[in-house]
């Protein structure tokens, strides 16, 4: 096989993604060590290569973040790594080789500083062999798809107590100008984000704000990246489409729309933004699944209308199915599921048991591990 160090960064990330030092003690040039207990995510696109790395210190503790791999670390500051906040959540950087005048630790935009591994040669099993099934890939597929499932209610409930939180507390003043009640502030805000899910939801959450206090374009939204400049366009359209009453009747109007397919329908078509793609019909499903429905459920539970809330709970369990991402994706191969699952509820599911177990690898705690 021909060492890694005459190749390519895109051979050694393929091996790392294989697993190749998963359950491997590696120790920087500062002298710490760190166990590999996961070794994170493909990152996809601009930021790090791998995100959501699991690692264990000498002392049991456990690291969290994201891994940067180079050949040397040269690498880092020929890309730009080291002025670009994107790669502040670093837990290390880790390269192949290193000469005698290289750094001994990584700086980050922040300020802050991180270990830098030295691999320095071969990884230690050829690359077929290399990475070791979880505990939870040989659980039954019928238990697995009921306990999805209820995982998917569990993240439904959450996301609907926690707008119903906002709602009580109406943290959100009343905006400038604006006939807007609370819940469709609140409303607004969280759809917002969701826009952003999976990118810089923060800035659209800012974007969201900004126009709801002032009815006016931000200055320097033009400057966005790519895709959170197209849904700041969707955010626009939306504003423009519900000024006047804000976006709770058009919704609701929706979700009451019928039988459930219908609503679904119903529901896409009012969120939906045609104008170049800047809100997608998957986009559309994205916000309703994670926001709408569940703001429904919350602001039913205030005020007692029972309709409601029966007919957000059937929307969210007849809804065919979400765009796949990286989380789910990664959470299939994790549990060794030979396909997808179907429907939102249990995708749903997917992400539940990754952002309460499976980010930080609790795999004692995880009911798949005892299936």
Request: charged share 25%.
């Amino acid at each position: 096989m021909t060492a890694i160090g005459r190749g390519r960064e895109a051979e050694l990330a393929a091996r790392w993604s294989a697993g190749m030092w998963r359950g491997a003690t590696l120790q920087s040039e500062r002298g710490e060590t760190f166990r590999v207990i996961f070794e994170g995510r493909r990152g996809g696109g601009a930021g790090p290569d791998f995100r959501d790395a699991v690692l264990a210190r000498a002392d049991g503790t456990r690291l969290y973040g994201d891994i940067e791999l180079h050949l040397r670390p040269a690498g880092w500051y020929a890309h730009g790594h080291s002025s670009d906040p994107r790669y502040n959540g670093l837990a290390l950087h880790v390269v192949l080789t290193r000469g005698t005048r290289d750094p001994t630790e990584t700086a980050l935009a922040s300020g802050r500083t991180v270990p830098l591994i030295v691999l320095g040669g071969e990884p230690p099993l050829p690359l077929p062999q290399a990475r070791a099934g979880w505990p939870c890939a040989v659980s039954p597929r019928q238990d697995m798809t009921d306990l999805l499932r209820h995982a998917g209610m569990a993240r439904f409930t959450e996301h609907a107590t926690h707008l119903e939180q906002e709602l009580r507390s109406c943290s959100i003043s009343p905006a400038r100008e604006s006939a807007w009640d609370a819940p469709n502030r609140v409303l607004w805000l969280a759809m917002a984000e969701a826009l952003g899910y999976g990118r810089d939801r923060a800035t659209l959450r800012r974007l969201g704000a900004a126009l709801l206090d002032t009815h006016s374009v931000p200055s320097g939204h033009a400057a966005l990246p790519g895709v959170e400049r197209m849904r700041a366009r969707g955010l626009l359209v939306w504003h423009e489409r519900w000024r006047q009453d804000g976006p709770w009747h058009s919704v609701e109007t929706a979700i009451r729309h019928g039988d459930p397919r219908r609503a679904v329908r119903a529901l896409i078509a009012e969120l939906r933004v045609a104008e170049r793609g800047s809100v997608s019909s998957q986009r559309a499903a994205i916000v309703a699944v994670n926001v709408t429905l569940p703001f429904a459920t919350a602001l039913a539970t205030m005020r007692r209308d029972d309709t409601l809330a029966r007919q957000s709970l059937a929307l969210y369990q007849a809804w065919p199915g979400l765009p796949s991402n990286q989380i789910v994706r990664e959470m299939a191969r994790t549990l060794g599921l030979s396909r997808l699952p179907r429907g939102a509820v249990t995708q749903q599911g997917l992400h539940h048991l990754w952002q309460s177990l499976c980010h930080e690898k609790q795999c004692e705690r995880c009911p798949c591990h005892c299936l």
